[in-house]
T-cell receptor, first 109, second 116 residues
């Protein structure tokens, strides 16, 4: 089976940097994705890592270490609108994504 | 392109009734996925299609759940004899034909089902 672990809640101050970690245990692994979901909204794709290292997209970066079965999402210059749930998800090849339970990020003034 | 469209947005039904949800994916996406999401949890995979072929249905929650994609375009998810435990958000997503996961999935806004 597959399991993904991420913190259930994180709180950070506006303008600061926050890191959301994800560890996974899977049989077969192709890559790690991150999705953002605002309350009542659809999950939206943020990033994907297939290789070790850091991928940067604007204020968001995502990191993967395949040897450690670990990744993280880094959000910089936090804004109030970043308050949302963030999900890591593993790709196991052609089979559909398996999602973690999500991390609820609260950005405070 | 209007994205992935799901209808209805909300559905309230009495226990024991049948319900059907519709998903219209992005037109050039040949893969379509159904997920279920309960409060405070991540999306839970149910089933998916490549064109009209249903490639995985063992994860459907019970034999009361069924899905179709008859012409490889829109899809329907039906729940028969609904139970209160079926109350959840039902999400549909689609992805491009090259299956490159770096493109990600595009999700619809979901259908929120409440069984009373």
């Amino acid at each position: 089976g597959q399991s993904l672990e991420q913190p259930s809640e994180v709180t950070a101050v506006e303008g600061a940097i926050v890191q959301i970690n994800c560890t996974y245990q899977t049989s077969g692994f192709y890559g790690l994705s991150w999705y953002q979901q605002h309350d009542g909204g659809a999950p939206t794709f943020l990033s994907y890592n297939a290789l070790d290292g850091l991928e940067e997209t604007g204020r968001f970066s995502s990191f993967l270490s395949r040897s450690d079965s670990y990744g993280y999402l880094l959000l910089q210059e936090l804004q109030m609108k970043d308050s949302a749930s963030y999900f890591c998800a593993v790709s196991l090849g052609s089979t559909p994504l398996v999602f973690g339970k999500g991390t609820r990020l609260s950005v405070i003034a | 392109d209007t994205g992935v469209s799901q209808n209805p947005r909300h559905k309230i039904t009495k226990r024991g009734q049948n319900v059907t949800f519709r998903c219209d994916p992005i037109s050039e996406h040949n893969r379509l996925y159904w997920y279920r999401q309960t409060l405070g949890q991540g999306p839970e995979f149910l089933t998916y299609f490549q064109n009209e072929a249903q490639l995985e249905k063992s994860r459907l929650l019970s034999d009361r759940f069924s899905a179709e994609r008859p012409k490889g375009s829109f899809s329907t998810l039906e729940i028969q004899r609904t139970e209160q435990g079926d109350s959840a958000m039902y999400l549909c997503a689609s992805s491009p034909p090259d299956r490159d996961p770096s493109y990600g999935y595009t999700f619809g806004s979901g259908t929120r089902l409440t069984v009373v």
